[in-house]
T-cell receptor
Framework: DQQVKQNSPSLSVQEGRISILNCDYT??????FLWYKKYPAEGPTFLIS?????DKNEDGRFTVFLNKSAKHLSLHIVPSQPGDSAVYFC???????????FGTGTRLTIIP | GAVVSQHPSWVICKSGTSVKIECRSL??????MFWYRQFPKQSLMLMAT?????????EQGVEKDKFLINHASLTLSTLTVTSAHPEDSSFYIC???????????FGDGTRLSIL
């Protein structure tokens, strides 16, 4: 049972435009959500997180939006840069539960 | 900050041998470390959670006698794959965090190939 889903395996965006990566979850007990970026042959790098008490968190070019009623979160990257080309994973955990459940990832390609 | 180092990055060994993988937090003290396994084209799957000085908590279906985890200090955890067989070949990756509700920071993983 895939509790965290990233339905788009890949996404291509023109440099300078906005990249929007989506993630859906089914477990209503999840209350902490994270986005990670992964380059080939490297481990995931933490990007940004959001707790369920918020609906938006911003850090530089990265903004995460959380819609609890829809059980949906998204990562916005603006403006997109060539160095943003990587695989992006969303992950979720429940309150007091340390276990992270990962999505299957979305490969983002920024076109110069 | 928040650098996690994992060693070795890849290892090839014969069936029946034991392999030890180290995970170190270089610039912070990790109260909790995690071990994951990733199969091709699948997401990271948590194997076990280890807290410094206590026994690891294994996820359902993970053999604790096959995958020995030691977390002897706040900066080091080890995963030993005992009597490894070809089906143990996989990508193993660790993560660490310095407190509850803090993000996990990942090492670069270990590619294990058992011949």
């Amino acid at each position: 049972d895939q509790q965290v889903k990233q339905n788009s395996p890949s996404l291509s965006v023109q440099e300078g435009r906005i990249s929007i990566l989506n993630c859906d979850y089914t477990n209503s007990m999840f209350d902490y959500f994270l986005w990670y970026k992964k380059y080939p042959a490297e481990g995931p790098t933490f990007l940004i997180s959001i707790s369920s008490i918020k609906d938006k968190n911003e850090d530089g070019r990265f903004t995460v939006f959380l819609n609890k009623s829809a059980k949906h979160l998204s990562l916005h990257i603006v403006p997109s840069q060539p160095g943003d080309s990587a695989v992006y994973f969303c992950a979720a955990s429940g309150f007091g539960n340390e276990k992270l459940t990962f999505g299957t990832g979305t490969r983002l390609t920024i076109i110069p | 900050g928040a650098v996690v180092s994992q060693h070795p990055s890849w290892v090839i060994c014969k069936s029946g041998t034991s392999v030890k993988i180290e995970c170190r937090s270089l610039d912070f003290q990790a109260t909790t470390m995690f071990w994951y396994r990733q199969f091709p084209k699948q997401s990271l799957m948590l194997m076990a959670t280890s807290n410094e000085g206590s026994k690891a908590t294994y996820e359902q279906g993970v053999e604790k006698d096959k995958f020995l985890i030691n977390h002897a200090s706040l900066t080091l955890s080890t995963l030993t794959v005992t009597s490894a067989h070809p089906e143990d070949s996989s990508f193993y990756i660790c993560s660490a965090r310095f407190g509850p509700e803090q993000p996990q920071h990942f090492g670069d993983g270990t590619r294990l190939s058992i011949l």
